[in-house]
């Protein structure tokens, strides 16, 4: 687009920026895969959503520093991060944009993107009209309501569920997943957040079930967390402006 392009678009369009991450997942799948599912959701859901959505362009960079004894993965400083998303959203904000939304696709990035929206909404606290809102794809839509036979209940990391949706996106970027050994979630202290690393977790840097992985639950699991993300974008869309209730 060019800026009188964007200019020329209601105030209240929503702006969707995605957020992603570029990390280790595992033995059996690339360092950029958070990045490639996300940009694939929003393909799907650009696509269905129509024109009165705006997307903005998918930030690979994501808070990651719990996968960095893992080679090849980047992550910015969490202050820095939490900076770079206000940035963003702030941006938008003095264009004269009103609803705006995190779409987030790495688990690192779901207590940053919370917090930035608290923060910014204390910070213009005049301003009524503001949605600023932060999801992450996998919370929009249950995929074992679609099939039976998902081992896994919820999203893991480089388990079950990314490497069944990278086996259909990218399946030249995935690797032996079916001799990879099952790594359980654990129940870490449930009445608390623990702070962890991923050595904490996994030795092989996966969590969950990649052998139970297919290109069929991939896609199962794909037009699921789409359907949920363009749920979620109509309602942003159709808010009534002023309201607790969307």
Request: net charge negative; charged share 15%.
């Given at each position: 687009m060019k800026w009188p392009e964007v200019k020329a678009l209601s105030p209240d369009t929503p702006v969707v920026f995605p957020v992603a991450a570029h990390e280790q997942h595992g033995h059996h799948m690339p360092l950029h895969t958070d990045s490639l599912l996300l940009g694939e959701i929003v393909r799907r859901a650009e696509e269905r959503v129509g024109g009165d959505i705006l997307f903005a362009p998918l930030q690979?960079?994501?808070?990651?520093?719990?996968?960095?004894?893992?080679?090849?993965?980047?992550?910015?400083?969490?202050?820095?991060?939490?900076?770079?998303?206000?940035?963003?959203?702030?941006?938008?904000?003095?264009?004269?944009?009103k609803r705006l939304i995190l779409l987030n696709g790495h688990g690192g990035n779901m207590v940053p993107g919370s917090q930035v929206v608290f923060e910014l909404r204390q910070k213009l606290r005049d301003r009524s009209d503001l949605l600023l809102l932060s999801t992450t794809y996998w919370d929009n839509g249950d995929p074992t309501n679609a099939r039976d036979d998902f081992v896994q209940t919820q999203m893991g990391h480089a388990g079950e569920w990314e490497t069944s949706m990278m086996l259909v996106i990218r399946p030249d970027l995935?690797?032996?997943?079916?001799?990879?050994?099952?790594?359980p979630f654990g129940d870490a202290f449930p009445t608390a957040t623990r702070g962890w690393i991923m050595p904490d977790r996994s030795e092989p840097g996966h969590i969950g079930t990649p052998a139970a992985a297919s290109a069929e639950k991939g896609e199962a699991l794909l037009n699921c967390f789409t359907d949920g993300v363009c749920d979620f974008l109509n309602r942003v869309r159709d808010w009534d402006g002023q309201s607790w209730e969307g």
């Open positions: 690979w960079l994501g808070n990651s520093h719990h996968h960095m004894d893992f080679p090849g993965t980047l992550s910015a400083e969490p202050r820095t991060y939490l900076d770079l998303l206000t940035s963003n959203l702030d941006n938008f904000i003095q264009h004269g944009f995935v690797g032996d997943h079916e001799t990879a050994p099952e790594v």
